[in-house]
């Protein structure tokens, strides 16, 4: 078989067609300085080019209203929003007047630099924010300078596209029934291009090391969006082989959809919850379009992140009260700001951090900001007379955290009482077991919280010693990880001890090789991208308690990863179609591996 090229699965599927290279036209901006006269002039002519390009923007928001429903229209209020946005705006016109220089320099100034700003961050989901930075910079520059208007060639037949990176303006031009699938080099699973491609269904790697230089347009290439591979030129095995994993793909994608309304029961009747994690309010479509039962985890922090400043109480309970009446009768699991780390700032003046995950960061910063922790609590509170909203506190490392929490909370509630403002007086209150310490903890955390939240992300970060964001260390980073097993049943067992339920909202809790073992050690929910609850839901149903109970025990007699993940395929394999289950999780690659670096591996 040929060479396969891998990079990051973004949306899953295969295909096999010929390429299409979309190639952008240079776009040079020239600094001109002005006479003081022709300010006004400059200033007006920025300000048409900013009315153009909102036009615009509303005009595709139309269009892919049609093909793609809410998710899209979303995406493009986010690039709405960065055109209004003051710092874009005002900040333009302040430069021009001070420096007397064209608009086009100053606004590629401001806006080059907050894109850079994002791009730099470790989360991947505000890395990617930076790509709808730039959709917006060369779609205003496009009517400031010459060469620059965005242009795409009708695409004639179905084809491969394959670009640098991929903007959601240019995702929405390109004719979803011409392209067969999206390769970039750039961007990950949390790009909005690779948002728009999995609801539009077609398959798309990112982070295709070099693939513009190395494909050319009319070159053949076979897609595997599911594992994050691509073969160039394949041959004719290769391109049989593609075909045939397309059909089956679409046969389990068919009968996936069809468990959407269907509880997430075992053969011999053992229900878990399947919740979603939610982002900001354009997910809840695909709360609903995957069947979710409600939402378990809402990152709040994610819902203000092109704020300069946190919003006040009536903001952020507009904002809550929203998504939690769109969930009801379902409840919502809010989870107080996780700021700092590898987020957002607390203002412009948030101390620069030497290792800022081991630093002030989610409940360190709510504990010590006491209005801002105050207003948040208040507005969650206010929120919760309006359906069933739990509460979660992150990265408690102890009883102390949890306690100094709880006290910050009976504050919010008594000063709502006092001015009779109806919010839920029995929320429950959870929290974010992400932290060693406090999964060392986790009998006497019981005791004191409602239910606990198992932040596998972090979890595994902190006992790995393995920043999750840092790509050269990505191998050591295992959901599987013996230690990592341990630590999640400890808190499991411990929780039921006292009667309490254990989610998980980490990513492991959408890793099909996980599923059984967590079902077999007892989790009772499961929170994850709304996109992979079929999947999850499929391998449940496909299961006894008893066989995953057994899948759980030998997986932690296991003193290896090589060891657990042996055991969970053995008793994955056939649940969900050997298709996914062998592509999702290779056996753990070795440092040198990692180090290789040229993304090639040779297909088996
Ligand atoms: C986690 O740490 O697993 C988690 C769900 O929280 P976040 O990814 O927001 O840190
Ligand atoms: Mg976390």
Redesign the pocket.
């Known amino acids: 078989m040929d060479r396969m090229i891998s990079g990051i699965p973004a949306s899953p599927g295969f295909a096999v067609g010929e390429v299409h290279l979309l190639e952008r036209g240079s776009l040079t901006v020239e600094e001109r300085a002005l006479d003081p006269d022709e300010v006004p002039a400059e200033i007006d002519r920025f300000e048409l080019a900013l009315g153009l390009a909102r036009s615009e923007v509303k005009a595709l928001q139309k269009r892919i209203a049609q093909t793609m429903g809410e998710e899209g229209v979303g995406i493009f209020g986010v690039h709405l929003m960065i055109l209004q946005d003051p710092m874009v705006v005002e900040e333009t016109i302040k430069g021009v007047r001070e420096t007397l220089t064209n608009s086009a320099t100053v606004f590629n100034g401001i806006i080059t630099r907050m894109r850079d700003g994002l791009s730099n961050a470790a989360d991947e989901y505000l890395a990617q924010r930076a790509i709808d930075i730039e959709d917006v910079r060369r779609r205003v520059l496009g009517h400031l300078v010459p060469g620059g208007r965005l242009f795409l060639k009708q695409l004639q037949r179905p084809v491969v596209v394959i670009a640098r990176e991929l903007t959601p303006s240019e995702t929405a031009h390109l004719d979803p029934e011409k392209v067969l699938a999206f390769v970039t080099e750039a961007g990950g699973r949390t790009s909005h291009a690779a948002i728009m491609a999995r609801s539009l269904g077609v398959p798309a790697v990112a982070g295709v090391s070099r693939i513009t230089e190395r494909a050319r347009t009319g070159s053949l290439m076979a897609v595997d969006g599911t594992s994050g591979q691509v073969a160039l030129n394949p041959d004719e095995r290769t391109i049989k082989f593609f075909e045939s994993q397309k059909a089956v793909f679409a046969e389990l994608e068919r009968e996936l959809l069809k468990l959407k309304n269907l509880p997430a029961v075992t053969l011999d009747g053992r229900e878990v919850e399947l919740s979603a994690n939610v982002e900001t309010p354009m997910d809840m479509e695909s709360v609903i379009r995957y069947g979710a039962r409600g939402i378990g ?1 809402l ?1 709040t922090e994610y819902l203000y992140l092109d704020h300069e400043e946190l919003p006040c109480e009536d903001e952020q309970y507009a904002d809550y009260r929203d998504i939690v009446e769109k969930a009801s009768p379902d409840s919502v699991i809010i989870r107080t700001f ?1 700021l700092g780390g590898d987020k957002i700032g607390v203002g412009p003046e948030s101390p620069l951090e030497g290792n800022p995950f081991l630093g002030w960061r989610a409940i360190r910063v709510s504990l010590s900001e006491t209005d801002l922790f105050h207003t948040q609590l208040r507005a969650i509170l206010r929120s919760s007379a309006h359906g069933s909203v739990k509460l979660l506190f ?1 990265m408690i490392s102890g009883l102390e955290e949890l306690r100094q929490s709880k006290e910050a909370l009976e504050r919010a509630c008594e000063s709502l009482r006092e001015e009779g403002i109806a919010f839920d007086e029995d929320i429950p209150v959870g929290i ?1 077991m ?1 932290l060693p310490s406090a999964c060392a903890m986790a009998d006497s955390l019981a005791l004191e919280a409602d239910f606990l939240s198992l ?5 595994i970060q902190y006992s790995l010693a393995v920043d999750r964001g840092n790509p050269r260390v990505a191998y050591l980073y295992q959901e599987l990880h013996p230690a990592i097993l341990r630590q999640i049943k400890a808190v499991i067992d411990a929780a039921h001890q006292h009667g309490r339920w254990v989610g998980m ?3 492991m809790a959408a890793n099909p090789l996980a599923t059984m073992i967590l079902v077999g050690m007892g989790l009772d929910e499961f929170s994850m991208n709304p996109d992979s609850l079929p999947e999850i839901k499929k391998i449940i149903r496909s299961c006894t308690h008893a066989e995953a109970k057994a899948c759980a025990d030998e997986a932690l007699q296991e003193t290896t990863i090589e060891g657990v993940t042996r055991v969970a395929r053995r008793y994955t394999k056939g649940k969900l179609g050997d298709l996914i289950t062998e592509m999702l999780e290779p056996v753990p690659a070795s440092s040198a591996d990692a180090s290789d670096g040229n993304g090639e591996i040779e297909n088996a």
């Open positions: 985890l990152r996780d992150p974010m992400e932040g596998t992300n972090d979890l909202c980490g990513e």
